[in-house]
């Protein structure tokens, strides 16, 4: 049967099917997939690179709905899949052939692990067990392996492994972690454990030991050796102690003066950080010993040592002194001797006092600090009371070191008596009468007394003497008329410490009996006597008593008139006049006084003339005066004037023109000097006039000067030319002289003002004056005629002189100055230029001569500027070479022909050496390829250097212009051979061509260009504990490289040296230590050569080496303290570095980003419980640096690395000052222990340096009464908070008043917070209470108790029905108390007249009952609604209107308080 559709024909869809994962036998199935289509009929055809295959299966089409689907499936040889061939499946269908699908093994995707080791632990750092996890990751495909060694050797520790499968851009990656522990002991002895993963064939490894894990530079070690003190004061054994700060558990050996200790002498045990080892020796020993030595021994860390010198240095002899100490004496210790010692070595010693050579100290030590340079010492000691005798001396011994000694002087006896002198002191007349006592002894004091009565002293001192004696003095002032009246003043010195004492008096007749009066008689001046009839003479006698005073003449009681004498306080004074005719024939006059209580005393003054010696009298002309514009001011000095009183006189040819001139002359020995002046009258300004001056000496002696000579002559003049700077002005210089000449200056009549000028005066008389004209040159060059005037106006008379630029200059030639081209200009141009300068003022012409012949060459055209003509002139370069001199001639017809011939032709050459050779110097900066030619023994000529390879020149010409100068030359010419030349059959030369055709040539180099050779070799060591390679390296450029194990190896040493030849040479020298050595490992030294891409190698059996590891630290940057804020000199900047080890890091601290060496202290590491180390170091910056705003920073950099770590700060711009609160307290917290914390929030501040402290009672509270936390920021702030707690105690407290004060920057004055009586609202407080009554309700306030429980209820007649009442929460008042209300409701209560309404407060033990009773008539009822009084009756006293408000006001004070507090506590 045949069944015909109609339906449309679909085409199929093909997809492959492949085998899932590599499957297993020899073969691959595969499957052609169609879908969708229909008809149902469809072929499949299946071909092997194009080859058709028919082992296929076909399966019969599967309907789903009106489409079917149908697969075809094939198996293939698995090798001919895994070789990648080619499969296709084809599909044949009605609907029309699809695309033939192809089949083709994917290529397997590998992805290789990445492979990390490190440890990890799950304790203390360093102290807990270590686990290490080897980590692979993103690798592919799963299949992996991991192995686990130890030292290279196989490891039976079952490792963990955890694995991971993760999708990383839609392909699967892998993952897994293999974690081990290892021994402990071993891990910590430094044994290396190696992770080893197999993947896809091939391994990954990662070794990792205890010694990567830290640094290896060798441990800090720290010796601390006993005390000088601690060594002389054991009686047995001292202990030295060795902290060796490592990670490591290193071995501690000692040795002492290179022997090793018994081991019961030594010991060693381990803290977090450090390991510690002990050394126990007697103290005999001790003393013997030279040198301890302290070592630790690891096999992370090459060996490390410390070494202390015990024994004592070389001490110079200081210089000991012993005095008693007067600093001691003044403060009440009279018996305090003190040893100054100085010029001291840095030595330990001790210090011991002697009172005759028996010790009466203890022995006083003195640690001194080890530092360069000499110390000074001072020692007390108080001398026992058994010592205190006058035959007692006392000494102090210096005892340096364990066997020097070194005594003072001795003091001598200061236990001596005391002994006084009483003095009386010259006294002012009108003043008090002045006394001085001194006394002198062991502590000597000093007492006043006048008639049984002790009188104060004015004035004491107090001294001490080198013998330790001791001084004292004290004045007493006296009123004179006291003084007079005869009473007796007693001075008592006293010792009380020897309980002796001296006395000494004085009075007035005791001290003024043998002292005669003094007499001052004054007598009439020589102008007196010269000008009066009638004269006086005055007689003063100063005297204590009332004396008689008479007169003498000539040894005669004066007949003349006498006044009657007078006195005052202090003197007798007495009057005698004379005329002055006998007053000239006098000798001698005398003043005589007499009294019963002092012998008869006289003065006698001489009146008759001395006899003088002939004076020296000069006269001339004042040439002060003259400058002050007074010309004819003439001046008389007189000298060797003998003291006698004298007049002056002046003359004109002998004629007296003058009145007289008095002088007096005081009384004194030796010869005196006098000048007067006097001005001549214009009556005698004549040149025929001379004058002179007269002294006239006493009554009759006169002394004539020399004459003056003619003085009013007519003025004379002369103009000169002073040589002037040829770029300057020029100078002319006039001279003038005459009685009063001045100097004008003129040009073409009109008056120039000067430059300069001078005057000085002859010693006839005559003035000189010089006037300085200064002209530009170009206006001098324009011949202008300048004209210097002399006049005196004085005599009306002038005179004139001329000059010009012509008339000074016609005879000073030009100076001409020739320049000629260089050499290098000569050899490298075809057209050559010479310059001709001519120095001259005027228009000269200019003319070239070459070879004697003037130049037909082109001239340019003569220029000039102010000073100069000058002019070129052009030749070829080849006419230049042959010339031999060239000649410049200037000719004008104010000056002879001038002219300037420069030498152009070579000098003869002498034979220069010439050698070539490769530069070292360069080859060290990286420039491996560059030459030297050194040439010597050059004459001055002109060179060039060029540089030859095989012959042929390969560089430019190198010039050189060699000065002009006496004796020969060297110099260096380097060249960079190209790389075109870097061959091996290559050889160099240098060639010297001097001048215009001479050349010199050097050696040939050689052959430079070799490959590099290597040599090793094992060298015997002189260094224990290591063993020493050396390499030697020999090429063109040669580098030496470690290597260990594919490590490279730094070097011990290397050196670099170049053959003459041109060969370099490198040796370099490895240091390893013997253990490393013993295990076998290779070493191997490369010679590179990365100039020529050459190396060689040569290795031999070494050990391995540890690299060292870079260094990480952390800065933190502090700024100065609050305190410091205030200086004026300098503030306190604080860096901490952080990190693993520091022994090997240096600090640099930098000011505005300038480095600042001077002012900073580091201090040593300090080691912490997790395994870091801290280095702290401050800084002292100058306060108006900090002020400034200068950022201060600090930089910690490791000796071994390049980079540094850097912090920074500076002062802060933006001040928030703080805001300060302490927080109330609740009820529950004050009464829950009898200790409470009280909190001061401290909030809102920038920067964060803030003093926080507490006050009791205005005293400040010890910081270890309260707590201050670190200052802190909240999340996106920008200013700081912190908190203080306080503990307070109730037992303790006695309403205390607490305050929290607060210093910041940003204020001078700090901030506060206070709080009264804390304990306040616990402490047992009585109620007082209130009754007010309104319209329609009845309040009952309760205020002043505590603590806050109270009970308030209402009654009505004593029932115990409940009424309708509010009562509030109890409020906290300021000061700690409570207050409540409670209103009664009147509405619904029925209160009748007559009835009573009572408010019962309950507190405590404690009932308040207050009770209000409703009357019958209302218009006597009160209510607080209208301000009237309320009727009260209670138990307690009835309080006013006045209280209610104040109350209800406090209220709602504490309330609005009580809300604030509340809302900050809560934040």
Not at 1035 to 1062: C, H, L, V, Y
Request: proline fraction near 6%.
């Amino acid at each position: 049967m045949v069944t015909v559709t109609s339906a449309a024909s679909t085409q199929p869809t093909v997809f492959p099917l492949m085998q899932c994962g590599s499957g297993t036998g020899n073969t691959v199935t595969l499957g052609c997939f169609a879908t969708g289509f229909t008809p149902s009929s469809l072929t499949y055809a299946w071909t092997k690179n194009g080859a058709a295959l028919t082992n296929s299966i076909q399966y019969p089409p599967v309907q789903k709905g009106n489409l079917y689907t149908g697969i075809s499936q094939i198996q293939v040889p698995k090798q001919d899949w895994d070789q990648r061939q080619t499969f296709q499946c084809a599909v044949t269908h009605a609907a029309g052939n699809p695309p033939a699908v192809s089949f083709q093994k994917p290529v397997l995707r590998v992805v290789s692990p990445n492979i990390t080791l490190h440890p990890v632990w799950y304790g203390e750092l360093g102290t807990s067990p270590v686990r290490l996890i080897c980590t692979l990751s993103d690798f592919f495909p799963e299949t992996l392996s991991v192995n686990w060694q130890q030292d290279n050797q196989p490891f039976n520790i079952q490792p963990i492994q955890r694995k991971l499968q993760v999708l990383e851009r839609q392909e699967k990656i892998f993952g897994l972690t293999s974690e081990i522990e290892p021994n402990m002991t071993e891990w910590e002895a430094g044994s290396a454990f190696i992770c080893k993963a197999t993947h896809n064939n091939n391994d990954f490894t990662k070794m990792i030991s205890i010694c990567q894990i830290y640094t290896c530079t060798p441990p800090s070690i720290h010796i601390e050796i006993p005390s000088f003190m601690t060594v002389m004061m054991a009686t047995s054994n001292v202990m030295a102690t060795c902290s060796v700060h490592t990670v490591f558990n290193a071995k501690v050996t000692w040795q002492m003066d290179g022997r090793l200790p018994p081991s019961n002498k030594v010991r060693q045990i381990r803290n977090e950080t450090h390991l510690i080892g002990t050394l126990t020796v007697s103290s005999r020993e001790w003393k013997q010993l030279r040198l301890i030595k302290c070592k630790a021994e690891h096999r992370c860390l090459s060996s490390a040592e410390k070494s202390i010198h015990l024994s004592e240095p070389a001490a110079t002899a200081p210089s000991v002194e012993i005095r008693r100490s007067l600093p001691e004496l003044l403060k009440g210790n009279s018996a305090v001797l003190e040893c100054d010692v100085t010029q001291l070595s840095s030595s330990d010693l001790y210090i011991t006092f002697q009172a005759d050579s028996d010790n009466i100290s203890k022995e006083l030590y003195v640690d001194l600090p080890e530092t360069p340079g000499l110390h000074s010492i001072t020692r007390r000691v108080t001398i026992p009371s058994n010592y205190w005798t006058n035959d007692t001396s006392f000494t102090c011994t210096v005892n340096q070191g364990f066997t020097r000694k070194f005594t003072s002087n001795s003091t001598g006896s200061f236990f001596v008596d005391p002994s006084v002198e009483l003095l009386l002191v010259p006294s002012d007349v009108s003043g008090p009468q002045r006394l001085l006592c001194s006394g002198w002894g062991f502590n000597p004091q000093i007492k006043w007394f006048s008639e049984s009565t002790q009188r104060p002293s004015s004035s004491s001192d107090i001294s001490m003497d080198a013998d330790g004696r001791v001084a004292v003095t004290s004045e007493l002032k006296i009123p004179q008329k006291e003084w007079k009246t005869g009473k007796v003043f007693i001075c008592e010195v006293s010792d009380k410490s020897l309980n002796k004492q001296v006395r000494q008096n004085i009075s007035l007749c005791s001290a003024c009996s043998s002292i005669p009066p003094s007499i001052t008689v004054e007598i009439p001046s020589f102008k007196t006597v010269m000008s009066t009839s009638q004269v006086q003479a005055t007689c003063l006698v100063r005297t204590a008593f009332d004396a008689k005073v008479t007169w003498l003449m000539d040894g005669r009681v004066s007949p003349s008139k006498t006044d009657r004498p007078d006195s005052n306080t202090t003197h007798i004074f007495s009057n005698v006049s004379v005329s002055s005719s006998q007053w000239k024939q006098l000798k001698h006059i005398t003043c005589r006084a007499e009294h019963a209580c002092f012998s008869l005393a006289e003065k006698t003054i001489s009146v008759a003339e001395p006899a003088a010696t002939a004076p020296s009298v000069e006269i001339r002309r004042s040439l002060p005066e003259l400058l002050k514009g007074n010309s004819a001011v003439l001046e008389c000095d007189v000298t060797q004037l003998s003291s006698s009183d004298l007049y002056v006189t002046f003359q004109a040819n002998s004629v007296d023109i003058s009145e007289k001139q008095y002088v007096d002359l005081h009384e004194a020995s030796g010869v005196h000097s006098i000048t007067r002046r006097f001005t001549v009258p214009q009556t005698h300004w004549k040149k025929d006039t001379r004058f002179t001056c007269t002294v006239n000496q006493g009554f009759s002696t006169n002394f004539v000067s020399n004459s003056t000579g003619n003085i009013f002559v007519d003025p004379s003049v002369e103009l000169l030319l002073v040589p002037s700077d040829v770029s300057g002005l020029q100078r002319l210089l006039c001279s003038g002289w005459g009685f009063n000449p001045q100097i004008k200056w003129f040009s073409e009549s009109t008056q120039r003002p000067s430059s300069s000028s001078d005057i000085s005066m002859d010693a006839d008389g005559r003035v000189a004056v010089t006037s300085e004209l200064k002209i530009p040159q170009k206006e001098w060059k324009t011949g202008k005629v300048f004209i210097c005037e002399v006049s005196d106006k004085s005599l009306n008379k002038q005179v004139r002189q001329n000059i010009s630029v012509c008339s000074a200059c016609s005879s000073i030639p030009p100076s001409i100055t020739v320049e000629i081209p260089s050499f290098k200009t000569v050899m490298s141009t075809s057209q050559v230029q010479a310059t001709c300068l001519v120095l001259t003022a005027f228009d000269a012409k200019v003319t070239w001569l070459m070879d004697g012949r003037v130049s037909p060459s082109k001239t340019d055209r003569p220029d000039s500027n102010t000073t100069h003509i000058f002019s070129n002139v052009s030749v070829s370069s080849s006419q230049w070479k042959q010339l031999k001199h060239i000649t410049c001639r200037a000719e004008h017809a104010c000056f002879s022909l001038a002219e300037k011939t420069i030498s152009v032709a070579e000098p003869a050459a002498t034979a220069p050496s010439v050698e070539i050779r490769r530069s070292l110097p360069e080859l060290l900066k990286g420039n491996s390829a560059v030459l030297e030619c050194d040439v010597t023994q050059l004459s001055s000529s002109d060179l060039y250097v060029t540089f030859q390879a095989n012959s042929v020149d390969i560089s430019e010409k190198q010039y050189v212009d060699l000065h002009e100068a006496s004796g020969v030359h060297s110099i260096t010419k380097r060249f960079t051979v190209p790389q075109t030349h870097w061959k091996k059959d290559t050889r160099f030369t240098c060639t010297v061509n001097q001048g215009f055709s001479t050349n010199f040539v050097s050696n040939s180099t050689g052959n430079i260009f070799v490959d590099p050779s290597v040599e090793l070799l094992l060298v015997p060591s002189d260094v224990p504990g290591l063993q020493r390679l050396l390499c030697s390296g020999w090429g063109f450029n040669p580098q030496i490289k470690w290597f260990s194990e594919s490590t490279q190896r730094p070097s011990s040493s290397s050196d670099i040296s170049m053959d003459a030849d041109g060969r370099v040479a490198v040796t370099s020298e490895l240091k390893i230590p013997q253990k490393e050595w013993k295990t076998g490992k290779v070493f191997i030294c490369e010679v590179s050569d990365k100039s020529l891409n050459k190396q060689v190698r040569q290795n031999i059996s070494l050990c391995s080496v540890t690299p060292a590891s870079s260094q990480i630290v952390s800065v933190y940057v502090e700024g100065p303290p609050l305190h410091q804020l205030q200086n004026e000199g300098q503030v306190t900047v604080t860096c901490l570095l952080v990190g693993p080890s520091l022994n090997d890091f240096s600090i640099t601290w930098k000011v505005g980003g300038k480095e600042y060496s001077p002012g900073f202290h580091t201090g040593p590491p300090v080691s912490h419980s997790n395994g870091t180390e801290t280095l702290r170091s401050s800084l002292n910056v100058s306060a108006e640096d900090w002020h400034a705003y200068k950022q201060v920073s600090c930089e910690g950099k490791h000796q071994c690395s390049s980079q540094g770590f850097e912090g920074h700060i500076s002062k802060s711009r933006d001040l928030y000052p703080p805001t300060v609160k302490i927080m109330q307290p609740t009820a529950s917290e004050l009464s829950a222990s009898d200790v409470l914390t009280l909190t001061c929030l401290v909030s809102g501040f920038f920067p964060s340096n803030v003093i926080v402290y507490w006050e009791e009672n205005g005293q400040t509270l010890p910081s270890t009464h309260y707590t201050n936390s670190p200052a802190w920021k909240y999340t996106g702030g920008s200013t700081y908070s912190m908190s203080s707690r306080l503990n307070t105690s109730k037992s303790e407290d006695t309403e205390s008043t607490y305050t929290c004060v607060v210093k910041h920057e940003s204020s001078p004055t700090p901030f506060e917070s206070t709080i009264e009586d804390v304990f306040a609202e616990v402490t047992y407080s009585k109620p007082s209470a209130t009754l007010l009554q309104g319209s329609r309700e009845i309040v009952c306030l309760v205020s002043g108790f505590s603590p806050a429980r109270i009970n308030i209820t209402w009654l009505l007649d004593d029932s115990q029905d409940q009424l309708d009442y509010n009562t509030s929460e109890p409020h906290r008042g300021p000061k700690g108390k409570f207050s409540v209300q409670s209103h009664l409701s009147l509405t619904g209560v029925n209160w009748l007249p007559g009835s009573v309404l009572i408010c019962r407060v309950t507190h405590a033990n404690t009932t308040l009952s207050l009770n209000i009773t409703k009357t019958d008539n209302l218009e006597h009822c009160d209510f607080f609604d209208d301000n009237t009084e309320a009727v009260v009756n209670q138990d307690m006293d009835v309080e006013s209107w006045y209280m209610a408000f104040t109350f209800l006001l406090f209220f709602l004070i504490a309330t609005i308080y009580g809300v604030i507090a509340t809302i900050i506590k809560t934040k």
